[in-house]
């Protein structure tokens, strides 16, 4: 839902930010077989 958020502040305002959290998800499913919750965007930061 963060990727489509209709206000602008609620979506990620980096390709990066969007990166961090795909790449910790499969280190989750590769390491643990399941993603657990956790705050989505915290690596978000612009430029």
């Given amino acids: 839902m963060k990727?489509?958020?209709k206000i602008a502040d609620e979506r990620y305002q980096t390709a990066a930010g969007v990166e961090w959290d795909l790449?910790?998800?499969l280190a989750e499913w590769q390491t643990q077989g399941q993603v657990p919750e956790?705050?989505?965007g915290e690596h978000d930061?612009?430029?």
Avoid: D, G
């Fill in 38 to 40: 956790f705050k989505l």
């Fill in 3 to 5: 990727l489509l958020a």
């Fill in 45 to 47: 930061i612009p430029n």
């Fill in 23 to 25: 790449q910790q998800c």
